[in-house]
């Protein structure tokens, strides 16, 4: 077990631009979280997986952003035509499916800044 | 809609002082409540969770209890230590267990 895993863990990018950061989850977690963090902010809920399936997107995430989990292990995150308001830390998380305690696991985070 | 609530915002105390960060939540229909440590720039360390059938749980020096039908969990800390130093946050979770978080508790323990 070698805990959720997040690539790149800083990403720096200009306006206009597209990025994409990936999340590995713990291993046989079949559920997969996408929070966003700004500062001083507690996290708030983008999307979640269960296997590969999208099963739930916030109002927060735009047409501008897509996550995608192919095959329920990794998930993508990409941000089109990025703007400065994107700019905070994203954080991944990921449960087991069956675990009564649903414990969510979170990942060192990525965190963008749009200039 | 569910909302968190955490208070103080901000907490100063020295090393060896016992402290309490309180939480709070507006909808009780929750699956489990968690704590979290939260360092500068990284991301988060889950501290303690309780199921909703539960009232509290105990890990070293800390303690952390739920009262749901008021809507209220409190995080205990024993014998703060400078390493306490950190952002806690509380986040409750529901039927879809996204969680959702308080804005946070800024602790500083001095030496």
């Given at each position: 077990d070698t805990g959720v895993s997040q690539d790149p863990r800083h990403k720096i990018t200009k306006r206009g631009q597209n990025v994409t950061f990936r999340c590995d989850p713990i291993?046989?977690?079949?559920r997969l979280y996408w929070y966003r963090q700004t500062l001083g902010q507690g996290p708030e809920f983008l999307t979640y997986f269960q296997n590969e399936a999208q099963l739930e997107k916030s109002r927060?995430?735009?047409?501008r952003f897509s996550a995608e989990r192919p095959k329920g292990s990794f998930s993508t995150l990409e941000i089109q035509r990025?703007?400065?308001?994107?700019?905070a830390m994203y954080l991944c998380a990921s449960s087991r499916l069956?675990?009564?305690?649903y414990e969510q696991y979170f990942g060192p985070g990525t965190r963008l800044t749009v200039t | 809609k569910q909302e968190v609530t955490q208070i103080p915002a901000a907490l100063s105390v020295p090393e060896g002082e016992n402290l309490v960060l309180n939480c709070s939540f507006t909808?009780?229909?929750?699956?489990n409540l968690q704590w979290f440590r939260q360092d500068p720039g990284k991301g988060l360390t889950s501290l303690l969770l309780i199921q909703s059938s539960q009232r509290e749980q105990t890990s070293g020096r800390l303690n952390a209890s739920l009262d749901k039908s008021s809507g209220r969990s409190t995080l205990y800390i024993a014998?703060?230590?400078?390493?306490?130093?950190a952002t806690y946050l509380c986040a409750v979770g529901g039927a879809t267990n996204k969680l959702i978080f308080g804005t946070g508790t800024l602790l500083a323990v001095q030496p």
């Open positions: 291993s046989e977690h079949n927060l995430l735009s047409d990025t703007e400065q308001g994107d700019s069956g675990d009564r305690s | 909808d009780s229909a929750i699956y014998a703060s230590q400078p390493g306490d130093s």
